[in-house]
């Protein structure tokens, strides 16, 4: 079971991850099995291999890889363990998650059709999936192709319920959608939706008349030369592979995930991709080289991959200065981004294409989002002499709340939110509908007090110290004064009455 610390930091990396649960805080000590990984892996680089390592024992991370792109040359670290349960060491060469990450894949899959002339990214979904149903007839007439991949769509859409190994498949998703409502109108605004990006793949793989697994595999990582990945779970035998990890709340040890995959029908929204790090920066160095390869292959026009990263929306609300290209994260200073996030696993790819630099960290522990961001952000700067914005912090203000105005449930496909009155003030309760991880909390939390930051948001106080662990918007008063929305992250959540 999660506690309530965890759920607080899941939901402050929310728009990161394929779900909106899981634990992500920070083991309070290093168990000791984990604390040596003796010699550093052969091809490493030292200095990185000493700030991994290093930073892999104080935040208590069973084991993690990175790689660093600049000067056209590529770096590589690894520390720790792939599995705690086998005692395997981390290498540069082993696979591990990159959860939602895959997006970015996803979208030069559906790039390279609008290349071909295949797809136009303004025509309607339906006019090449007329099979596809949502709710609303009106709301799906309504999307686009390129609304699926800047997550504009509106659909409610987060993820669905393990359907047993026979039933996993992409095509077998699409009518699971059917009941699916609406979060807002398409294109009228920005909320993360795992579901518009598997419709994406599906469209790819009926278009090619190939599989997604397939065309991942011939269109992206056979010409840029990137061995050390997989797309299918049974490729990941192939190589070294990590599992991921949750700490156990009684005694803090590590302990291996007890399933290693999402749904994988949502393979092209990140349920099963697995790479090295130095393979994820060198599809990052094409994209940054506007679709060639440092090979020499070309995956994408320049035209296609400059679009991916140019801004086509913004996420509203005060903790999210977040903006999406077409795949892409978008943030202040010319960074492109994304990170991802699945079963006992964070990872995070960042890159500034000003400077031809890209930095990936990849780890297979839940709380190992901090030392992600921590050591992209550092390398970054040593690299491209400019740092990712850092996040956002904003005062606890003295003010008078009006309880009325945010009180009442909001409720997404996967996740809800009851705001009470609470200590003269307000709070709120999460639960999840099922289980995406080992450590999901299905019960809901008791009322955690959030504390006013102004613009109608609300700070989580953290247990750390920290001015704030996460910020949670409420957007869109209605004409009796009470909000629609929370916003979290890159996601809306809706008012359910």
């Not at 091809?43 to 991370?61: I, K, M, S, Y």
């Not at 990263?309 to 077409?326: D, S, Y």
């Not at 409420?474 to 959540?493: E, K, S």
Request: aromatic share 6%.
């Amino acid at each position: 079971m999660a506690t309530r610390r965890d759920f607080l930091k899941s939901a402050a990396v929310a728009a990161t991850v394929p779900s909106v649960v899981g634990v992500t805080s920070c083991a309070p000590d290093t168990p000791a099995r984990i604390r040596r990984t003796g010699a550093a892996p052969p091809g490493t680089d030292p200095a990185l291999q000493a700030d991994l390592e290093e930073a892999l024992a104080r935040h208590g991370v069973v084991g993690a890889s990175a790689a660093v792109f600049a000067n056209g040359a590529i770096r590589t670290a690894a520390a720790g363990l792939v599995n705690v349960s086998s005692g395997v060491t981390m290498t540069p060469e082993t696979v591990m998650h990159i959860g939602s990450i895959t997006k970015i894949f996803n979208t030069t899959l559906l790039m390279q059709m609008v290349d071909d002339g295949l797809v136009d990214l303004e025509a309607p979904v339906s006019t090449y999936l007329p099979e596809l149903r949502l709710a609303d007839p009106d709301h799906l007439a309504r999307i686009t192709v390129g609304m699926l991949v800047n997550h504009t769509s509106g659909i409610d859409g987060e993820l669905v319920p393990e359907q047993g190994h026979d039933e996993e498949i992409i095509e077998k998703a699409i009518p699971r959608f059917a009941g699916m409502g609406r979060i807002h109108e398409p294109g009228a605004d920005t909320s993360y939706c795992n579901t518009a990006t598997v419709i994406a793949g599906y469209l790819c793989q009926r278009i090619r008349e190939r599989s997604w697994y397939d065309l991942a595999r011939e269109r992206i990582f056979r010409p840029l030369g990137m061995e050390h990945a997989a797309v299918l779970p049974e490729d990941a035998l192939l190589h070294r592979a990590s599992v991921g990890h949750f700490t156990d709340p009684e005694t803090g040890e590590p302990v291996r995930t007890s399933f290693v995959f999402l749904p994988i029908s949502f393979a092209p929204a990140g349920a099963t991709a697995m790479m090295s790090a130095s393979a994820l920066v060198t599809f990052a160095a094409a994209h940054m080289a506007d679709g060639t390869g440092l090979n020499g292959a070309t995956i994408l026009s320049p035209a296609s991959a400059r679009a991916m990263r140019t801004e086509t929306t913004r996420v509203r609300g005060e903790g999210a200065p977040i903006a999406f290209g077409l795949g892409w994260m978008l943030s202040e200073g010319g960074f492109v981004s994304h990170g991802g996030g699945g079963p006992g696993i964070l990872a995070n790819l960042t890159a500034h294409p000003e400077s031809n630099v890209a930095v990936a960290v990849l780890t297979n522990s839940s709380h190992g989002g901090a030392l992600a961001t921590e050591l992209s952000a550092r390398w970054m700067e040593e690299a491209a002499g400019v740092a990712p914005p850092e996040p956002v912090v904003r005062p606890i203000i003295d003010t008078e709340v009006d309880i009325a105005r945010y009180a009442g449930r909001y409720e997404n496909i996967a996740q809800g939110y009851e705001i009470v009155e609470m200590d003269g003030g307000i709070g709120v309760s999460l639960w999840a509908k099922f289980a995406f991880y080992d450590d999901t909390p299905m019960d809901p939390t008791p009322p955690i007090p959030l504390k006013p930051v102004g613009n109608d948001a609300f700070t989580y106080p953290d247990p750390e110290g920290n001015p704030t662990a996460a910020i949670m918007s409420f957007l869109d008063p209605r004409p009796d004064g009470r909000m629609t929305y929370i916003a979290q992250g890159a996601r809306m959540v809706p008012r359910a009455d």
